[in-house]
């Protein structure tokens, strides 16, 4: 059996998505254009909520400037290195560069979990506590809510990233997988245990499930508050500014609660490498749309915004 020393030397190779060499160049395009529309998409949030002032003074868009910048470091920590594989003949990736990307993939993939429940709070509060709002949400309180959101997440990520860094390999050191994902990883130890397929699991239902219970009862007094207003237009009006966020909601909980609350027995490595698709690549993109397009005071200061420049032009 390999030492821990032997371990933490190791290299390992990312199986990808094998295919042939045009099918590899198709994805390094598709996979770039998705990679550069996202941070373009999440960059044009952020400058629009920093430029435009009526904006940057309302907690909601705190919280979104902080979520598209996450969004930015989310995909950044798993597309590069896919790229780069696609053009390269030999996927490697060092054993300390796998366990980095693990720690980051979780601590972004965490703090997003709980930017969203403090998202729908910020929702639960505006439409439920109208009135007091403004004296409850202060700049103060949303800021330390979303440090609160990065502490969190990137505390949480330790507790997969130190067991990831005790596991030892004996055998073929080939991750099916295009990034370095705890699952992955834990499927080709030679010394994983049922102890550790627990605590992945006891640990992911916690983690996830706390705060989808968290975003959960926000949006049952959020609906219960709406089904009580008079006017079918004030109910529409009031679920509106909620749209955006629980489609976010909605279709992020449903990838990682698919990949993560089973038991590591159950894992398909091949379906999970389509699902992670989604939730690692795919969502990032849609999130900054998603938020967008159905938002008119975005829509407003991107329009002020260009219209400054031109006259500046």
């Known amino acids: 059996m390999n030492t821990g020393n032997e371990s933490q030397m190791a290299e390992f190779i990312l199986l990808g998505i094998p295919s042939s060499k045009e099918l590899q160049l198709l994805l390094f395009v598709v996979l770039l254009g998705f ?5 373009s998409a999440n960059l044009l949030i952020i400058g629009t909520i920093t430029l435009e002032f009526n904006l940057r003074k309302i907690p909601m ?13 989310y995909i950044t920590s798993t ?4 790229l780069v594989d696609f053009i390269v003949d030999n996927n490697i990736i060092s054993y300390k560069g796998c366990i980095t990307q693990i720690y980051f993939f979780f601590a972004l993939g965490f703090s997003e979990l709980f930017f ?39 505390s949480s990520s330790f507790l997969l990233t130190i067991p990831s860094s ?6 073929p050191r080939v991750i099916n997988h295009f990034f370095c994902d705890f699952v992955a990883l834990l499927s080709i130890s030679c010394n994983k245990t049922f102890g550790t397929d627990v605590i992945l699991y006891a640990f992911a239902w916690i983690i996830i499930l706390y705060s989808f219970l ?22 529409r009006k009031a679920f509106s500014t909620c749209v955006s966020h629980l489609t976010v909601v909605l279709t992020y909980y449903s990838t990682i609660v698919f990949i993560h609350i089973r ?31 159905r938002n008119r005071e975005v829509h407003d200061a991107l329009r002020k915004i260009i219209t400054r420049g031109c006259i500046l032009i």
């Open 166 to 171: 005790r596991l030892l390999f004996c055998g």
């Open 116 to 154: 969203l429940s403090m998202m729908g709070y910020d929702r639960y509060l505006a439409i439920c506590n109208p009135l007091r709002y403004n004296s409850i949400m202060t700049r103060k309180l949303c800021n330390q809510m979303a440090m609160f959101s990065w502490i969190c997440g990137f």
């Open 35 to 39: 990679y550069l529309l996202t941070i």
């Open 263 to 293: 038991p590591t027995t159950q894992y398909t490595l091949h379906m999970d490498k389509f699902v992670s698709v989604s939730y690692a690549i795919v969502i990032p993109l849609l999130n900054p749309i998603v938020y967008t397009l």
């Open 79 to 82: 597309v590069p290195k896919m």
């Open 61 to 73: 868009y705190i919280f979104l400037c902080h979520f598209s910048f996450l969004e930015i470091w």
């Open 214 to 235: 968290f975003t959960t009862l926000s949006y049952v007094h959020i609906i219960k508050t709406i089904s009580r207003l008079p006017s079918l237009l004030s109910r």
